[in-house]
């Protein structure tokens, strides 16, 4: 769906993004991840050209972009920004109807596609006449999202969507996220400098350093299989965790009582410890672990 | 003296038809110049938060301009635009620019980029994410500068006075010239209302919500049309001709209102400052001016002075004052100062002030060619006998005076003399004698009728603009009040005048006051 191919940026004689190139499959969740200043960022804005790169070719559905005019391209791709980017001085309904508006859409269909994606994305309707101020962080970039998918889009880009709310808004809200089927069917292209957030989220993660790709791949390949140390010295304080989170039980070749072949050990373990006393099982999972570990 | 005693609101109420003139005139010159100002600074500042690059230069221009001293601004408007509401409008326009332009800028370029970033990244064009989104969240800031430049529009407005623009300026500079405090606050007063019930009235716009802001932004204009059209409310007798007074001259008994009571004459009047009215008066933008009789710029511009046939302009004849006590100091003294007495008529004198003001030649040489002109100059004797201090006043025909004195008492005597020229106004040069600091100075009769002994309407009256009484009477009291002599008078009167070009004039065959009158009424 999405091919980025060989792109640079330089801002004066500092090369942001060097020399990256990666492809992004129709209904996958791509994730760049790095620290700040990897050039992350800079990758996802010259998706939808918010930044022209200095070289190299970007795809969308085999169309080249440079192509497109930037305004037809740019409604065409949601865009969700960490501080959530939304017009203080429009209402909710005005907010989300942003594009549908550009896009000329009658009254009744923006309408009929609000209301769908409130009740998606657990929005009350008495917010609508509200204006952003006077909702929380949460609801905030919520009336983001709903702004960015009410048109329908193929293509979401997200940068740092959950970065500016709180810990537990943001496990709340994640959830929702990977929940939300709307989401399933989108192509996504997701920048975030929380490791966990990444694996949490992600088909695919690139990693970035220094404008280039250190590695891109499934979670457990960067678990498992990792390029070189920079990987290895990334992942390392939140090792275990990530590989509870991102091994499933199919990757173990283990069938345990009470629970889906398709759950991560993380889930697994949460399961079994709310539904009464499973001291075998757990042992029985840690062991496949321990053995899928060393392998 | 009585209007002194009048109370403020009853001179308001008297006045009302021109108060209520003059405030819909200040009105409309702070909108107009502001709706103006709105047109050029809006888009300037939209570009200059666009191209960055430019807004350095933009807002360094706008801020030299905003630090030009407004009368300063205002002179240098009359050659390019003349005087009245051009000039005006434009000095006021430049004032208010400043503002506009630097919160239109720093309002757009404060608008949080993630918000600007967002508009772009929906697919916004440039003109939308300007109209739909930089314009509407840098409204509040926009506003706040439209309100500043109103504020600073109403107080410069008082100026426009100066250059025949109207406004509550002509009450503040008339009361300031004829030392009238109710004058004064009838203009002071209405216009600071004004200015504090506009930054109300825009303090509230700018803090409306968002919705209401919007209508409200939108009605802005219209509002702004609407209360520019308030200076074309006021409508003027027409007349043929068109006068020019002082703000001085306006509220006089010996000046308009004399004129209106005993000549009886309607002219359209607008008021000006005496520094740009002759000049004006020679470009043929007003008619009829009022000046002094002497003044130098009568001979530059090629101006008559009509006839006062009803005499209400009192006599203001020139004569040294002298202490009583020096006179008496300096025996050969008085015989010394009559040397001048009789010797310069109005024309002559005219002539040495053109010579000075406008030539630009020291007033030493100008005294001096006089005097070796009139067989009156002697080289310098001894100057050994005791210094005699001259004082004058801060216009160039009391130096040349002091300075023909000054070569006559060195020429004539062996005293010393001492000059302290320049002593500002009537009060400190007046001072200055009564102190002893000086032995003498040239006074009008006038001035010393009416500046230093404020005589009575009655006893004014009575002297009935006789030269002679006027001069008997000066002289007496000055004898009996302050120990002072009144020498022989030097000849020339340097009173208000009634002034009109040459040409005009003798086109229409006005030689007099009351030939004016008859020409106006057919």
């Known amino acids: 769906m999405i091919k980025v191919d060989h792109i640079s940026k330089s801002f004066g004689k500092v090369k942001a993004v060097d020399g990256v190139s990666f492809e992004v499959a129709e209904g996958e969740n791509l994730i760049l991840l790095g620290t700040s200043g990897c050039g992350k960022t800079t990758t996802l804005k010259m998706i939808n050209r918010l930044i022209e790169p200095t070289s190299g070719e970007i795809y969308i559905a085999n169309k080249n972009i440079k192509g497109q005019q930037p305004e037809e391209l740019r409604r065409g791709i949601g865009y969700v920004l960490q501080n959530n980017g939304l017009f203080p001085h429009y209402t909710v309904a005005e907010n989300i109807a942003i594009v549908p508006q550009l896009l000329n859409w009658s009254k009744k269909q923006t309408e009929h596609r609000m209301h769908e994606l409130l009740e998606k994305l657990h929005l009350d309707k008495s917010h609508l006449k509200t204006y952003p101020k006077e909702l929380s962080g949460g609801q905030q970039q919520r009336v983001g999202l709903a702004r960015a998918l009410v048109a329908d889009p193929p293509v979401l880009l997200m940068d740092e969507p959950f970065g500016a709310l709180d810990n537990v808004t943001r496990s709340k809200i994640q959830a929702e996220f990977k929940a939300l089927d709307e989401l399933k069917r989108k192509t996504i292209v997701m920048v975030t400098h929380d490791v966990q957030e990444a694996f949490e989220l992600g088909d695919r993660i690139c990693l970035m350093d220094k404008g280039k790709i250190v590695q891109c791949g499934s979670p457990a390949d960067l678990l498992f299989k990792p390029a070189n140390s920079f990987v290895r010295y990334f992942l390392k304080e939140q090792k275990l965790l990530l590989e509870f989170k991102s091994v499933r039980l199919s990757d173990m070749e283990v069938k345990i009582d009470g629970v889906h072949s398709d759950d991560t050990v993380w889930s697994a373990m949460d399961k079994l410890k709310n539904s009464g006393n499973h001291t075998k099982e757990l042992e029985q999972l840690m062991t496949a672990f321990y053995q899928y570990q060393s392998e | ?522």
């Open chain 2, 1 to 522: 003296m009585n209007e002194a005693q009048q109370s403020l609101f009853e001179f308001m109420r008297q006045q009302s038809d021109k108060l209520l003139m003059q405030t819909l005139q200040h009105i409309g010159l702070t909108f107009i110049s502001l709706f103006l100002a709105v047109l050029v600074g809006l888009p300037l500042g939209i570009l200059i938060a666009r191209r960055v690059k430019l807004s350095g230069a933009v807002l360094a221009v706008a801020g030299i301009l905003q630090t030009i001293p407004s009368i300063a601004l205002l002179g240098f408007m009359i050659p390019v635009l003349g005087i009245g509401i051009k000039p005006a409008i434009v000095a006021l326009l430049l004032y208010a620019l400043l503002p506009i332009i630097r919160n239109t800028y720093t309002g757009i370029t404060g608008v949080d980029a993630a918000v600007k970033e967002a508009a772009v990244a929906m697919g916004m064009s440039r003109k939308q994410i300007l109209t739909k989104v930089e314009l509407p969240l840098a409204m509040p800031v926009i506003l706040a500068g439209i309100r500043t430049a109103t504020v600073i529009n109403v107080g410069v407005a008082t100026l426009a006075s100066y250059i025949a623009a109207g406004g509550l300026g002509e009450f503040i500079f008339g009361g300031i010239s004829l030392n009238n405090t109710n004058m004064i606050l009838a203009g002071a007063i209405p216009a600071a209302l004004l200015a504090i019930i506009f930054d109300f009235g825009l303090s509230r716009v700018q803090h409306l919500k968002f919705k209401k802001l919007k209508s409200v932004t939108l009605a802005l204009p219209f509002l702004l049309i609407l209360l520019s059209s308030f200076y074309f409310i006021p409508s003027t007798y027409g007349s043929k001709l068109t006068a020019g007074f002082t703000p001085e001259f306006m509220g006089r008994q010996d000046g308009n209102l004399g004129l209106q009571s005993k000549y009886g004459l309607k002219i359209n009047t607008i008021v000006i400052s005496d520094a740009v009215m002759y000049k004006a008066c020679y470009e043929k933008q007003l008619d009829v001016i009022s000046g002094y009789s002497t003044d130098g710029r009568l001979k530059a511009y090629d101006l008559v002075v009509l006839d006062d046939d009803k005499h209400i302009f009192p006599p203001y004849y020139a004569a040294p004052v002298v202490r009583e006590d020096a006179l008496k100091k300096f025996p050969e003294l008085e015989k010394i100062l009559n040397l001048l007495a009789g010797e310069i008529n109005d024309s002559t004198m005219t002539e040495l002030n053109y010579r000075t003001d406008y030539l630009h030649e020291s007033p030493e040489k100008v005294a001096k060619d006089f005097l070796i002109a009139n067989n009156l100059w002697k080289s310098e004797r001894a100057g050994n006998a005791g210094t005699v201090r001259i004082g004058s006043k801060i216009f160039g025909e009391q130096y040349i005076l002091a300075n023909m004195y000054s070569m006559l008492i060195k020429g004539y005597s062996d005293y010393g003399v001492s000059t302290k020229t320049g002593l500002g106004g009537t009060k400190i040069v007046f001072d200055a004698l009564n102190n002893d600091q000086i032995d003498f100075y040239p006074e009008y009769t006038g001035t010393g009728l009416l500046a230093i002994l404020q005589a009575s309407p009655n006893t004014v009256n009575a002297l009935s603009g006789d030269k002679d009484k006027t001069y008997k009477y000066v002289k007496t009291e000055f004898k009996k009040r302050y120990q002072m002599r009144w020498l022989q008078p030097i000849g020339f009167n340097n009173a208000y005048a009634l002034m009109m070009r040459q040409k005009q004039a003798s086109a229409l065959r006005v030689k007099s006051i009351s030939n004016l009158k008859t020409y106006l009424n057919n």
